[in-house]
């Protein structure tokens, strides 16, 4: 594998283990929030936390490189989603929410440093997507944050 595959290889996995800590974290909090909205929001970023996953699997797999598993998670995300995780034990969904604000701020960030990183067009365009999907994920849950808050 070439230099520049590596790399990309590299960078891919280390957005693969946010995303697949996002997953689980989401997973566990719908199954454990009781209120519809917010219910129905962390599944609709669950499922596309998914999706996410599967493209970058294809992708570092078409690099000829070997994708990150579930079980191997280390990513810097870890606490964060953690945290979130600890905060269903209340009915605190604004806690919850506020966790989940941070958590996708942080997964924003672990984009925009694997898009500044020396990796191939077609890569980056695909990161880039995906970073405005969590931009716009980012916003829906400010938004539902403070229609519960009353703001």
Known sequence: MAQVEEQTVDVLNDVLAEDLSAVRAYQEAVDNVNE?????????????????????????????????KDEDLGGSLRGMWMSLKGSLSGDEAEA??????GAEESLADAYDEAIAEDIDRETQEMLMQQRTRVHSAHDRIEKLRRSMHGD
């Open 36 to 68: 519809t909205r917010l219910r129905s929001l962390l599944d609709e970023l669950r499922t596309e936390r998914a999706s996410f996953v599967k493209d970058l699997h294809e992708r570092v797999r078409s690099l000829g490189g070997e994708p990150v």
């Open 96 to 101: 919850l929410l506020g966790n989940v604000e």
